[in-house]
């Protein structure tokens, strides 16, 4: 619907559909402004320049225009269904922000997660009795509704989830911690998807799963989780109704996806000084453990991946900030000194140091060193505690490790590094012991806190 500018608002205006260009004029003329106006006036056609006569020109017709335009259709099934155990393996992009976890109840090897809320979903299909195999809707073949959005305008949704129970029903699942504005009408829109996809044979159902309702879940079937999140889904479809009722709360969500604020399990202070990336990792960690708590033979290890990234991102600085300024400029230089003579040194570390030297060039001059966090373990226990006397990058480990509280920060990264060693990168039992993960988390914490405080100290 153009809004011409000066002279040419006649021929816009006219210039528009026979059905439109009435309505318009008399919209101009008697009823904007209040009072008659011709829609020659050029203090009329200086208003229509506005912002707010635009705006408010739009809200007026395009409402209007759309329940002349759109068409409401019946979903119906289009193709015969295809199985997601003829989906095709796919990639994902693996990081502390988006983990990946293994189920045996579903076909692919990785399950690929994009929130911490995911994750423990995961945990949640990977032991209920009553699910039979579950999939992240995820890939080039995953399952796309078509809805329209706010803006009326054509765009697709892909729900978080595929679940079978034993009794043969089958679920779509959405798992959401902040709600948009577009979260309802994607609602709606799978309710009706999942109303076309039902048979006699298989009957679809719609799962809305809020954060907060998902963390006061303590539950070990599907089937519970599915009548306590029943008055979620309700309450986000009247959600419009809620706001108009109530606009003092219009853009919050539904009450009932309110995430539940428990107190923290680490000191406030101890969080203060991070910067957010770290602070951001330790908020999903604690959440992860909130999930976990409450649930019956969970293994507590993947709470831990978003500060596994967390501190060797921040050991491998610490690492670089030392190092980098001691190291030689000159390539010839940087490979005798990275190739310090060991020929006096006890033939059982012998290797060892060779390890440690090839690891620090790949850190120092590459970036792509190998568990940051552990190499400095090895920096700081070279310098404090091995009277071995080598030349080269050794030497500057032994100059630059040897700090105020540099003791505290071994004890601390040895505890963390030996943890992750053994029961989160490689398990050798699952971590199935509240109390000995609440620990462990605590002391994540406390060792990222003072990695980072030395960071900042240098």
């Known amino acids: 619907m153009p809004v011409a500018i000066g002279g040419g608002v006649r021929g816009a205006i006219f210039g528009d559909s026979s059905v439109r260009a009435p309505l318009l004029q008399l919209f101009f003329e008697d009823i904007l402004f209040g009072r008659q106006k011709s829609i020659f006036d050029p203090g009329l056609v200086a208003r229509l320049s506005g912002s707010d006569v635009r705006e408010y020109v739009r809200a ?188 003092l709360f219009a853009g919050m969500g539904p009450l009932e996806a309110e995430i539940y604020q428990a107190q923290s399990i680490v000191e406030p202070k101890l969080l203060d000084g991070l910067p957010e990336r770290l602070r951001k990792a330790v908020d999903e960690s604690i959440a992860l453990y909130r999930f976990f708590e409450k649930k019956q033979d969970v293994n507590y290890a993947p709470m831990f991946t978003s500060l596994l990234g967390a501190v060797d991102e921040t050991a491998k600085g610490l690492i670089l900030q030392k190092l980098t300024p001691q190291m030689p400029g000159n390539m010839e230089d940087q490979k005798d000194w990275f190739s310090p003579y060991l020929g006096k040194v006890d ?48 030497n500057a480990v032994k100059e630059e490790f040897r700090f105020s509280g540099g003791r505290e920060l071994l004890r601390q990264v040895t505890n963390i590094n030996d943890f992750r060693n053994t029961r989160i990168a490689h398990q050798e039992q699952p971590l199935n012991d509240r109390k000995e993960a609440k620990e462990a988390l605590i002391e994540w914490v406390a060792g990222l806190a003072q990695l980072w405080q030395v960071v900042k100290s240098q």
Not at 349 to 374: I, W
Request: hydrophobic content about 40%; some cysteine.
């Open 347 to 394: 033939s059982r570390m012998e290797r060892h140091y060779q390890e440690t030297a090839r690891n620090l060039r790949k850190t120092l001059v590459y970036r792509n060193g190998v568990s940051p966090l552990g190499l400095l373990r090895t920096c700081l226990d070279y310098a404090l505690n091995d009277s071995t006397k080598l030349t080269g990058v050794f």
């Open 60 to 247: 007026v017709f395009v409402p209007l225009i759309r329940r002349k335009t759109v068409q409401h259709l019946v979903r119906a099934i289009e193709s015969p269904p295809s199985p997601v155990s003829q989906w095709k393996p796919f990639q994902v992009t693996v990081s502390e922000r988006h983990p990946v976890d293994q189920s045996p109840r579903t076909i692919f090897n990785l399950v690929p997660c994009n929130r911490a809320l995911e994750l423990a979903f995961v945990g949640l299909c990977s032991n209920a009795s009553d699910i039979v195999a579950f999939a992240k809707n995820a890939g080039p073949q995953c399952l796309r509704i078509d809805y329209l959005s706010q803006g009326a305008r054509l765009a697709f949704y892909a729900p978080d989830f595929l679940v079978r129970l034993k009794n043969g029903h089958c679920y779509l699942v959405e798992t959401k911690g902040q709600v948009d504005k577009d979260v309802p009408v994607k609602a709606a829109a799978a309710i009706e998807w999942c109303k076309a996809a039902s048979s006699k044979q298989v009957r679809w159902e719609y799962l809305y799963v809020p954060e907060g309702v998902f963390q006061r879940f303590s539950g070990n079937t599907f089937q519970e989780l599915v009548r306590m999140c029943a008055p979620s889904l309700v309450e986000l479809l009247n959600e419009d109704r809620f706001q108009e009722q109530l606009p």
